[in-house]
């Protein structure tokens, strides 16, 4: 018989019949609390956002058009991502039914005619020792003609709609938040892959995006 030994080394005391959340992660290790917590303290929680301070973006797609994507995080071969945070973050409305959707695709869509977020530029690793680090996922935004490769096997796992009487005159912010630990549609995204964001409306939009996901080699997640 195998014996299994937990020691605990922080508070709260566990007492005889206390419940606590035990995690088992893709690595086999054992951990308690959150799963997401733990890829943090790793260095595995990577993050974009678009838009700065109080200056949004412009979206420049007036429709949903999964050849013009708004955003898409470019996964290499050999690596996987994990979505852990997807958000929307609307300023004004155009008087139409606004829409926003997530895509995961199985292939590379390519750059085609967009423009290239550089490292550092508002991206970076949620571990400040590792702040610099913007990992092996290329992002390419706004997309002016159509990618290089259309996606394949796309996955609209998430759509959000303002409808029309609540876009007229619009002016207050309204935020679409999907978060790993409440929204259980995540997709694992083994590369060559491609998470892609589009916003549409009748006129363009103008907000920020946030985006936050774990990046693994594919290797040590058997994929």
């Known amino acids: 018989m195998t014996e299994a030994i937990v020691r605990k080394h922080s508070s709260p005391v566990i007492g005889d019949g206390d419940e606590t959340k035990l995690v088992v992660d893709a ?11 733990k890829w943090k303290r790793e260095g595995r929680l990577y993050f974009y956002n678009r838009g700065n301070t109080t200056t949004p973006v412009t979206f420049t797609n007036t429709a949903i058009l999964y050849t013009r994507p708004s955003q898409v995080v470019r996964v290499p071969s050999a690596k996987t991502i994990i979505p852990v945070n997807l958000g929307c973050h609307f300023e004004t ?8 959707v997530w895509i995961a695709c199985s292939n590379d869509v390519g750059i085609g005619t ?13 571990l400040s020792s590792s702040a610099g680090d913007s990992g092996a996922c290329a992002i390419n935004i706004t997309y002016s003609a159509d990618v290089t490769t259309t996606g394949l096997n796309p ?3 998430a759509r959000w709609t303002q409808p029309f009487a609540d876009a007229i005159g619009a002016t207050a912010a309204h935020d679409w938040v ?41 290797a040590d997640l058997g994929l």
Do not use: H, Q
């Not at 409305?93 to 926003?100: F, P, S, T």
């Open 155 to 157: 996955v609209e796992f």
């Open 27 to 37: 690595f086999g290790d054992l951990s308690v609390g959150s799963l997401v917590e």
């Open 93 to 100: 409305a155009a008087g139409v039914i606004n829409e926003a």
């Open 178 to 218: 999907l978060d790993i630990k409440t929204f259980s549609a995540m997709p694992i995204l083994v590369g060559p892959a491609s998470l892609i964001f589009i916003a549409g409306g009748g006129t363009a939009l103008t907000g920020y995006t946030t985006t936050v996901y774990a990046e693994f080699n594919s």
């Open 114 to 126: 967009s423009t290239s977020v550089a490292a550092g530029t508002n991206r970076g690793n949620l």
